[in-house]
């Protein structure tokens, strides 16, 4: 939740992009106030009040977080649920020799509008702790997010290894989908860098030569140059030179709407 004092322009701007594309041009007008450094303080801060009320309206908190694999117990009086998906990021790849190894691709995206569920009945809901897995709710064919693809290894004769590809919207299962960005390949004495995981409203970005893909727009995770890839969504892990672990790439998580 969020308050006139809490809300960021990035929301601001959410809510109306919104207001545009549905016609509201009052709220479009809070927006525009809200955002204008040189409106008077008392209507700005009135405002951005509106405006937060409407942002909490639109995209309220998630009822539940599910960080790990496990079983989700439907509560006395729910009939109906929206899920969010974000996949897990790709690992770094490894390396042995001069050659870095390439860039975890970030996860992918998914939301499900409306799931009908039965109170008591128990769902199973997987997001997984290691690679190579994608994260869904219900079953693989309800709601599904792709995760990343692994960064590839570097060859001990000093080539490089591959980016991994980003989750892919096409190949997710929900009524909105958004891509993870693909990791950089590494290069001579140079590591490749993670892709960044989608969010919401938008694909991840890709990564390019040693700098990590951006976060998707809200809830993706960006990329990592080095080390682990950021939550939520799996912002793929970068690779290491020479020796070492290469970076692990971020979680995902699903949320549930009720």
Request: proline share 4%; charged share 10%; aromatic share 6%.
């Amino acid at each position: 939740m969020v308050d006139g004092t809490t809300i960021t322009d990035a929301q601001i701007n959410r809510v109306k992009t919104w207001a545009i594309a549905n016609s509201d041009t009052l709220v479009e007008t809070w927006c525009n106030v809200a955002l204008d450094p040189n409106a008077d303080p008392g209507l700005r801060n009135k405002d951005r009040t509106k405006v937060a009320a409407k942002y909490n309206d639109l995209w309220p908190d998630p009822q539940d977080t599910i960080t790990s694999t496990s079983t989700w117990v439907c509560p006395d009086g729910v009939t109906q649920i929206a899920v969010e998906c974000f996949g897990r990021g790709g690992d770094g790849g490894s390396s042995l020799s001069a050659a870095g190894g390439g860039g975890g691709g970030g996860g992918a995206y998914a939301r499900l509008n409306a799931l009908a569920v039965t109170p008591f009945a128990s769902y199973t809901v997987t997001v997984p702790s290691s690679a190579g897995a994608d994260t869904w709710f219900g079953s693989s064919s309800t709601v599904l997010a792709k995760c990343g693809a692994n960064g590839g290894n570097a060859a001990l004769l000093a080539t490089p290894g591959a980016g991994g590809a980003g989750g892919n919207a096409a190949h997710c299962i929900g009524d909105v989908t958004w891509s993870g960005g693909n990791g950089s390949a590494g290069t001579l004495l140079a590591v490749g860098a993670g892709g960044g995981g989608a969010g919401e409203d938008g694909d991840g970005g890709d990564a390019s030569g040693t700098t990590a893909g951006t976060a998707g727009p809200f809830g993706g995770g960006a990329g990592a140059s080095s080390g682990a890839g950021t939550i939520n969504g799996g912002g793929g892990g970068a690779a290491t030179l020479i020796a070492g672990t290469p970076g692990a790439g971020a979680r995902g998580v699903v949320m549930l709407y009720y």
